[in-house]
């Protein structure tokens, strides 16, 4: 048996192409440009994490316990 847990992250737009991310606790963001994955590890993001997608597309977030 595997146990499933979601945690909330919070999207907010700094206006124009910024948008902040923000999780609790100690998790790992990960990035993916497509929303099925593969998702990778975002080295040295900290919370709260801003990012541009104008400089890298569209991108797809999620936190890893």
Not at 4 to 30: H, I, K, M, N, R
Not at 36 to 63: E, I, K, S
């Amino acid at each position: 048996n595997v146990g499933v847990e979601f945690v909330s992250a919070d999207f907010t737009s700094l206006g124009g192409s910024a948008v902040v991310v923000d999780w609790p606790g100690p998790f790992t963001l990960q990035s993916s440009t497509n929303p099925q994955g593969p998702f990778n590890d975002l080295p040295g993001a900290t919370h709260p994490q801003t990012n541009d997608p104008t400089q890298v597309g569209a991108q797809f977030f999620r936190v890893r316990f």
